[in-house]
C-alpha cells in the first residue's frame, strides 16, 4: 500500500486567493493528479515574512487501487475508498534537526472535500478536491514539508487503512529583493525576485576592475590562484595589456601574458573582457593606447602569496605561493663545524675527535685533506664567532 498514496498527496499546501478553494483544475483525460505537481518539478509558490500567503493545490483522487500501482496485489475492480491528511511538519532546511508545525509558522491548511466527507481533509476515491495553505509567515527560512496521510481501502469487507510519510515538496519564506547571484545587490535571503537586481556589465562572478579617464580602479589589485577578473570601461577608449610594456617596449616579464582588445566605454559600462589567474606571481599591465600608460594608466595583479620558497634560507616560507626574491643569503660561517651559527667549544671538541684524520675528513677546514695543527690553529682564529 505504500506507494499508493505517494502520487498525488504532495498535493496539500498551495493555493491563489483567500478563502475556501474551489475543486474547478482541469485535469484533462487524466484518472488521479495533482497542480502543482512535485513530480514535474513543480513547488509552493515562496512568501514573503510579514505579508499574507495563500496558495491552492487541486488533486484527482484515482477511483481504483491499480490506478495508482498496477503492481500492488488487487484486483482491477479494488477500489480506493479514501485519503486523509494526518498532519503536516516543517522542517527547516538549514537545520534539519529542527521542524515546526504550521501554527508556529504563522499558516494553517483549509481543505474542501466538497462535503463528501464528515472528516475534515478526507477526500473520497474518484472525486477531485483542493486544499489551500494560508496564513502571514512568520519565520524566514527554508523549508520541506512532511506530510503524514492514511490511504484506506477495503480489503474482503474490511477496511484496511495505512499511513504514509510523504516528504518532497519545499516553501520558501524570506524577503523581497535581487536573486540573481551575478549582481551586485543580490540578496541571499531574497525569495521573490523585485527586479532591482544590478548587473555588473560583464555579467561575471569575480573581482572588476574599472578604467575611468586615464587609470585603472583596484590599479594594485591582489587576488587567489584561479581567480577571475574582469575589467569594465566606464569613458574613453582603452586596452589591457599584459604583454609589452607600452613605455620600455620590453616584455613585461609576466607569469603569462594576458591582455584584452580596445573597447570605447560609457557612464554606464562597457565590458571589456576577462582573465582568469591560474599561475601564482605579480602580473603587470597597461594601457597601449597612445599616451595612456606614461599619463599613469598602469596596473598590477598580485596572484596568490609571495614569499621565500628556498627551504635553505633562514626566512624560508612554506606558505608562499611564489618566490618574491626575499629570501635571505646563504652565508657560510667559517669554523662552525656543527652548523649551530657559531665557532665554539663543541667545534673544537669535533676536530680533536678527529685529528690525525688522513681520509674523509669532515673537519678539514683549510682543505688538505687531513685534520692536523693547521685545521686547529684556523678554528683558534676564529673562536667565539657568531655568524
Known sequence: MKNIFIGFFAIF????????????????????????????????????????????????????????????????????????????????????????????????????????????????????????????????????ADITVEGCTDVFGFPFCQEQLFGSLFVDFGVEGCMDLNATNYNPEAVIDDGSCILNPCNLDGTEVATTSFSYTESNLTVNVGDLVYWVNYGGFHDVNGNVDSQTGLSFGNPEAFSLSAISGNPSGVCMGSHTFTIPGVYSYDCSIGSHAALGMVGTVTVGLGGCTDSTASNYNAAADYDDGSCNPIVDCFGDLNNDSSVTVADLLLILSEFGCTSGCTTDINGDGITTVSDLLELLSVFGTAC
Open 13 to 144: 499546501i498551495i493555493g491563489s486567493v483567500s478563502g475556501q478553494c474551489t475543486s474547478d483544475f482541469d485535469f484533462g483525460d487524466e484518472t488521479f493528479g495533482s497542480s502543482p505537481d512535485p513530480s514535474q518539478g513543480e513547488q509552493f509558490e515562496p512568501g514573503i515574512i510579514g505579508e499574507p500567503y495563500y496558495d491552492v493545490l487541486h488533486l484527482l483522487i484515482p477511483t481504483y487501487v491499480l490506478e495508482i500501482d498496477s503492481t500492488l496485489p488487487f484486483g482491477p475492480t479494488a477500489l480506493l475508498d479514501s485519503i486523509k491528511l494526518v498532519g503536516i511538519s516543517m522542517v527547516d532546511l538549514n537545520d534539519t534537526l529542527t521542524s515546526y508545525s504550521l501554527s508556529e509558522l504563522g499558516l494553517q491548511i483549509v481543505c474542501n472535500n466538497n462535503g463528501d466527507s464528515g472528516l475534515d481533509c478526507s477526500f473520497l476515491g474518484g472525486s477531485q478536491y483542493c486544499a489551500s495553505l494560508e496564513g502571514t509567515p512568520t519565520i524566514a527560512g527554508n523549508f520541506r
